[in-house]
């Protein structure tokens, strides 16, 4: 333990295969605050951003994603699709390591195998270990839970897939698809979860659980910028301040070196109503932004067999569309969101995917005498108001009720109900509520992860179909996508199913959100990517 407390305080020597000479020369430790916590860091249990971008330094996949979201390699050098799309062969590195921990034989981490990823891949499907990422591994071949893994060779590594689908690379990319040796998982147990060892460019040092979390430089590492080994950095160093303007403070002054997203509490002080940086900070800290991989939108339930469906004004197209055209998007972000992303004037699909198409929102942009003329088309109006309730959290209440004030000035009666996010989420995923606010991230980047969201046999509680939309055609589309290999004809049959979703308006798009990343200005290399991962290999601490 002393070892432990001299490591996170003592200035060392920073270790540099560059001689680049703007290298600060004391320890390079990267230190940011995580106000949501760390429940676990075990990747099989990595769900949420927190756990995932702690996972992201200390373990490693078969391949992984670069800036662009494209698939490159990682443990895995190359791999091969077969014709009929659902055999992938992945040929290994032959220098990776996982970091040295107790749990070995001789105390030094091994080199990896292709047995490892069959041990690591069955362990998350096994029902006993109960992994949120259990979904991952859907669509491979299996018979009564055994599923179709299998390493040959110490090199060579095999999934078979029940049918072909594309965007498979793209999961192996996510962070419950790292590899973990069992030895550690043997010796630690339920306690792996705050006992890591993997092959990541950090490797663990200390937790003190809700107080602070150290992750050391992995001398080991087998990745290359340059012919400079990775990682950079020393060090990154978490804390878990829960207050976000107690954070904020920490990083105006300094003593945090990363902020990514921004908190109402602070950002009239920080950004203009345009979304820029304000004069007053531009040349202290950086300032990244781009679109994010995630939906904002509003949910209509549309399910026959539901009572509070079969009565709600909802059930006519028209009152969905007239929803749509009835609220100024534009004005919108940029009295509430100080621009923060765009407004929803596509479809399901986000900006940041190449499948994005603003044609596919039919033009929902603001008008009121449109969304009148639907209400009145379906017999509604001043006189006899459509009535709906809008079940939210407190989080999103402002921007509902800017749409409550705007959507009753055309005919609308609209009432907001506030829940806490934990009975929002379970109301939603029990078909219970008839209007509700939602959020979509994007679990791999791929399309096909908003329109799953609308596939008939993905109804909720089993599925993500929340607002139980049906529709043979849809069906028909995304069951063609699936075995789609030709790239620009997938993405048509997504931008069609898009526009039919649009079409039928089970939704209402708010607006696709921004990745805003600020850090100071001795901070090089941090870089940004559309899903908001956080990967600090290449990051620089320069003077």
């Known amino acids: 333990m002393n070892k432990v407390w001299i490591f996170s305080i003592s200035i060392i020597v920073l270790f540099s295969c560059s ?36 996972c992201n330094q200390l373990f490693n996949g078969l391949v992984q994603l670069n800036n662009n979201l ?26 990776v390591f996982f970091h040295d921990d ?26 006993e270990l109960a992994s949120p990422g259990l979904w991952v591994f859907n669509v491979v071949e299996n018979e009564n839970a055994n599923y179709v893994f299998e390493a040959p060779n110490d090199s060579t590594f095999i999934v078979k897939l029940e049918k072909p689908f594309t965007p498979f690379l793209g999961i192996l990319a996510m962070k419950y698809c ?39 430089r992995n001398e080991s590492y087998f990745e290359f910028d340059n012919g400079n080994q990775l990682p950079y950095l020393d060090a990154v160093s978490i804390s878990f301040l829960i207050d976000k303007q107690s ?62 469906f079969k009565n709600s004004p909802l059930r006519f197209k028209e009152i969905r569309q007239a929803i749509n055209y009835g609220f100024d998007r534009e004005k919108m972000m940029k009295h509430l969101r100080n621009n923060i992303g765009e407004p929803g004037l596509g479809g399901i699909i986000p900006m940041g995917l190449p499948s994005y198409s603003e044609a596919n929102g039919r033009g929902y942009s603001y008008n009121q005498d449109k969304a009148r003329q639907l209400i009145e088309s379906v017999g509604y109006g001043f006189e006899n ?11 999103y209440l402002d921007l509902c009720k800017y749409i409550q004030h705007q959507l009753n000035e055309i005919g609308f009666e609209i009432s907001i109900e506030v829940n806490p996010p934990a009975a929002l989420r379970e109301l939603k995923a029990q078909a219970k509520l008839n209007f509700f606010r939602a959020s979509w991230i994007a679990d791999y980047p791929d399309a096909e992860n908003y329109l799953s969201m609308f596939y008939t046999r993905n109804f909720c509680p089993d599925g993500p179909n929340y607002t ?8 028909q589309m995304y069951e063609q996508s699936l075995q789609e ?34 850090s100071q200005k001795n901070i090089e290399g941090l870089g940004s990517n559309a899903i908001n991962l956080l990967d600090l290999k290449r990051v620089r601490k320069t003077n």
């Open 468 to 475: 139980h939309f049906s529709n043979a055609r849809f069906d």
């Open 102 to 127: 107790q749990s070995f034989e001789d105390g030094k981490g091994r080199p990896v195998i292709a047995s490892d990823f069959l041990y690591s891949f069955n362990r998350i499907v096994d029902s």
């Open 70 to 95: 494209e698939v490159i390699p990682c443990i895995a050098k190359s791999w091969s699709i077969s014709a009929d799309g659902k055999k992938y062969t992945f040929i290994l590195r032959d220098d």
């Open 385 to 395: 108001p459509p009535e709906i309730t809008l079940v939210t959290n407190s989080e």
């Open 178 to 216: 790292s590899v973990v040796p069992h030895e550690a998982v043997k010796q630690y147990g339920s306690d792996f979860r705050k006992n890591p060892v993997g092959t990541g460019p950090f490797k663990f040092q200390l937790w003190k659980e809700s107080k602070k979390l150290v992750l050391r």
């Open 247 to 308: 954070a904020f403070l920490q990083f105006i002054q300094g003593k945090l070196d990363f902020m990514s997203g921004i908190d109402a509490s602070y950002k009239d002080e920080l950004l203009t109503k345009d979304g820029k940086l304000k004069s007053k900070y531009i040349g202290k800290i950086n300032l990244e932004s781009q679109p994010y991989l995630n939906t904002e939108y509003l949910g209509i339930l549309l399910d026959d067999s539901k009572e509070i």
């Open 485 to 518: 290999v030709d790239i620009e004809k997938r993405y048509q049959l997504y931008r069609e199913m898009d526009k039919l979703i649009m079409d039928e308006a089970p939704v209402v798009i708010l607006y696709y959100d921004q990745v805003l990343r600020f």
């Open 19 to 54: 001689s680049d000479p703007n290298l600060v020369s004391e320890k390079s430790i990267f230190r940011y605050n995580e106000a949501a916590g760390i429940s676990s860091l075990d990747p099989a249990f990595a769900k949420d951003l927190s756990n995932i971008w702690a």
